[in-house]
């Protein structure tokens, strides 16, 4: 079946620092990507819609400039948070869309990258 | 915006069907639903997803409505590693937006 490859699943950066975390389509093709934050015992909050080739669309309160999100391929996104604030240590998760649409099984997410800002 | 409610939490004994129901009575005619469950700090992992038909596969079969205002989960025979947070998601044709909402914990006990 379709994986998504989300690199690293755990970092620990000092405050002030930027961290940069993958996601990979392995085996598939993504016009669209998901960026997902989760805080402990609370359900997946959309950040931002990434196409290939285009700005991300980022959700109302998510601020653009410290989230960068480059989608440079069909097979890889990156989300970047710049100067991490401990406030910003979560659980980030990516998901991809098949390019050939709903009939291939849906979306697939990545692991998960647990960031930790000390 | 998640259009989804679901309860909250669930029980079911090991061995036996988990029905777990989604109200999505806002659902429009392109917009497909889709189930995932999440395992603790674990990425969500992609059950089951329909349209208008029912629909079955190795996991599970979802039930849809005729009306389409609202589906059941159907875990034929549920293990102890079924346990996880099951959630509902309506998502357009278009693709292009995707809101968890805050789903069923769902706890199979031995």
């Known amino acids: 079946g379709a994986v998504v490859s989300q690199h690293p699943s755990r970092v620990i950066c000092k405050s002030g620092t930027s961290v940069k975390i993958e996601c990979r389509s392995l085996d598939f093709q993504a016009t669209t990507m998901f960026w997902y934050r989760q805080f402990p015992k609370q359900s997946l909050m959309l950040m931002a819609t990434?196409?290939?080739?285009?700005?991300?669309?980022?959700e109302q309160g998510v601020e653009k400039d410290k989230f960068l999100i480059n989608h440079a391929s069909l097979t890889l996104s990156t989300l970047t948070v710049t100067s991490a604030h401990p406030e910003d240590s979560s659980f980030y998760i990516c998901?991809?869309?098949?390019?050939?649409?709903?009939?291939?099984?849906?979306?697939?997410f990545g692991s998960g990258t647990r960031l930790t800002v000390v | 915006d998640a259009k989804t409610t679901q309860p909250t939490s669930m029980d079911c004994a090991e061995g036996r069907a988990a029905n777990l129901p989604c109200n999505h009575s806002?659902?429009?005619?392109?917009?497909?639903v889709y189930w995932y469950r999440q395992i603790h700090s674990q990425g969500p992992q992609y059950i089951i997803h329909g349209l208008k038909n029912n629909e079955t596969n190795e996991m599970a079969s979802l039930i849809i409505t005729e009306d389409r205002k609202s589906s059941t989960l159907i875990l034929p025979h549920a293990t102890l590693r079924d346990t996880a947070v099951y959630y509902c998601i309506v998502i357009p044709d278009t693709g292009n937006q995707f809101y968890f909402g805050t789903g069923t914990s769902l706890t199979v006990i031995p």
């Open positions: 990434s196409n290939e080739g285009s700005k991300a669309t980022y």
């Open positions: 806002t659902i429009s005619g392109n917009e497909y």
């Open positions: 998901s991809a869309r098949d390019i050939r649409g709903q009939g291939f099984g849906g979306y697939t």
